[in-house]
């Protein structure tokens, strides 16, 4: 069977999974075959496509409706297989489904590396991101999931057909937040953010411009790594905002095991600078930091750093969140925690 | 000459309320210990069963991270502080 984390066809369009070893197939090969009983127009289509792309073989291949097949005429059938990416040709597209270990999740990303590679960037910009919970080895919900948003994909792109709304939908929310019909809420998931209306510093800072302003250019000029820093209070009350750096990175890279994550996915902040802003006179008030291509939630990773086991390190620190979609601030929510629900709740906006 | 202990205000119930605690203690961990004797309790809040300093929790010695060191076998001088801070830290 061909190894499908190197498949290119001869127009350079790329499908890398990433971190899948042979074992994994048998997941792909769910993907597929998940896709092909479905009866939408859009699956089919997908399953065709996901068949070829994903092993090679023709698993799932189904009947293919009219109105998909003309776009995936388009495709030339014989796949070039090369020994890795240095071999392609400038990708016009580049499928990243990225399988990384996160206590039980699994990455979804698109990316579009033609737009990176035009931009002489070194890694493709990240234009979507599925990401939900599962266990190994996929369920069938979950199977479901990655059809869903991989029809949605192949609609949009193979068929050049507008994306569906789904896509944002997916794209954008919390992957731990409590599931609606395809995956019920785990019991033992962290506390999640609740909608419970808190009033405070998001108004004040919005009637700061110059302050938003801050924020968002430190989030957008970050992206795609994650942005942090800190929201102060002078002696005379004035607010006023602290970019820090983000040492994600290096935490990841000095131990892997503990920091899984890099930069794109996580920050850290130097604690430290909070001490020596104490020393300017200067207290926390909020933390902000971004969350690059997806939504400004509070997700189940910020509630385990900032309250593990559900009590707060920082009491009374209220938690900006900023949203940036493909290099620019889409949304920013505030999150201060709850006692009673023992979550985060986001203040109502402005 | 002791050490001082920095404690963040999460854990201050384990110090009477105390913000710092002067231990003794040739390394960071042995300063902790020392600390867990003086304030029990407050190493498992600190470090894991493994003995590893726990996720959440970074300790300084002086403007160093630790686990940039020698971790708890990092040596401490007289009169030298050490920083329990809560980690600020998230993701997507």
């Known amino acids: 069977?061909?190894?499908?984390?190197?498949?290119?066809?001869?127009?350079?369009?790329?499908?890398?999974?990433?971190?899948?070893?042979?074992?994994?197939?048998?997941?792909?090969?769910?993907?597929?075959?998940?896709?092909?009983?479905?009866?939408?127009?859009?699956?089919?289509?997908?399953?065709?496509?996901?068949?070829?792309?994903?092993?090679?073989?023709?698993?799932?291949r189904v009947a293919i409706a009219s109105a998909a097949r003309d776009g995936l005429q388009a495709i030339d059938r014989d796949l070039v297989l090369l020994d890795g990416p240095a071999d392609a040709e400038p990708p016009v597209a580049h499928y990243y489904f990225a399988q990384r270990e996160y206590g039980a999740s699994v990455d979804v990303a698109v990316t579009d590396a033609a737009a990176g590679w035009r931009e002489g960037l070194a890694a493709p910009a990240r234009v979507a991101t599925l990401r939900y919970e599962t266990g190994a080895p996929a369920s069938?919900?979950?199977?479901?999931?990655?059809?869903?948003?991989?029809?949605?994909?192949?609609?949009?792109?193979?068929?050049?057909?507008?994306?569906?709304?789904?896509?944002?939908?997916c794209d954008l929310r919390d992957p731990e937040a409590p599931r609606t019909e395809r995956?019920?809420?785990?019991?033992?998931?962290?506390?999640?953010?609740?909608?419970?209306?808190?009033?405070?510093?998001?108004?004040?800072?919005?009637?700061?411009?110059?302050?938003?302003?801050?924020?968002?250019?430190?989030?957008?000029?970050?992206?795609?790594?994650?942005?942090c820093g800190l929201l102060l209070r002078d002696?005379?009350?004035?607010?006023?905002?602290?970019?820090?750096?983000?040492?994600?990175?290096?935490?990841?890279?000095?131990?892997p095991v503990t920091y899984p994550r890099t930069a794109r996915t996580a920050y850290k902040l130097n604690e430290r600078l909070i001490a020596r802003a104490a020393d300017q006179g200067l207290s926390l008030?909020?933390?902000?930091?971004?969350?690059?291509?997806?939504?400004a939630y509070f997700s189940g990773e910020d509630v385990r750093c900032a309250a593990p086991g559900g009590e707060p390190l920082y009491p009374g620190v209220a938690w900006l969140v900023v949203s940036v979609l493909g290099g620019t601030v889409r949304a920013a929510e505030m999150f201060h925690f709850d006692a009673e629900s023992g979550g985060f709740a986001a203040e109502p906006q402005p | 000459m002791p050490i001082s202990v920095k404690i963040p205000t999460p854990l201050r119930k384990f110090t009477a309320n105390k913000d710092t605690v002067e231990v003794q203690g040739a390394t960071v961990g042995a300063a902790l210990r020392d600390l867990d004797t003086r304030c029990p309790g407050l190493w498992a809040k600190v470090c894991d069963d493994d003995g590893k300093v726990r996720r959440f929790i970074n300790v300084y010695a002086g403007d160093d991270d630790i686990r940039f060191l020698q971790g708890l076998e990092t040596p401490v001088a007289d009169g030298s502080d050490i920083s329990i801070i809560p980690a600020i830290a998230g993701g997507c």
């Open chain 1, 285 to 295: 008030v909020g933390i902000y930091h971004s969350h690059c291509d997806a939504g």
């Open chain 1, 140 to 169: 069938l919900e979950d199977a479901v999931a990655i059809g869903a948003f991989a029809a949605d994909l192949l609609l949009a792109d193979v068929l050049g057909v507008e994306p569906l709304p789904a896509i944002a939908v």
């Open chain 1, 235 to 255: 002696a005379a009350g004035a607010l006023c905002v602290q970019p820090t750096p983000n040492l994600q990175d290096r935490y990841h890279a000095l131990d």
């Open chain 1, 183 to 227: 995956q019920p809420a785990r019991q033992d998931a962290a506390p999640q953010a609740s909608t419970v209306p808190r009033p405070g510093l998001l108004r004040e800072l919005k009637e700061h411009q110059a302050l938003v302003d801050a924020v968002f250019a430190d989030c957008a000029a970050n992206y795609p790594r994650e942005a």
């Open chain 1, 1 to 60: 069977m061909r190894d499908p984390r190197h498949v290119f066809d001869r127009y350079g369009r790329q499908l890398l999974v990433s971190g899948v070893d042979l074992a994994g197939q048998g997941r792909l090969h769910a993907f597929a075959a998940v896709l092909a009983t479905d009866a939408s127009e859009v699956a089919a289509a997908a399953a065709e496509a996901a068949g070829r792309y994903l092993v090679g073989a023709g698993v799932g």
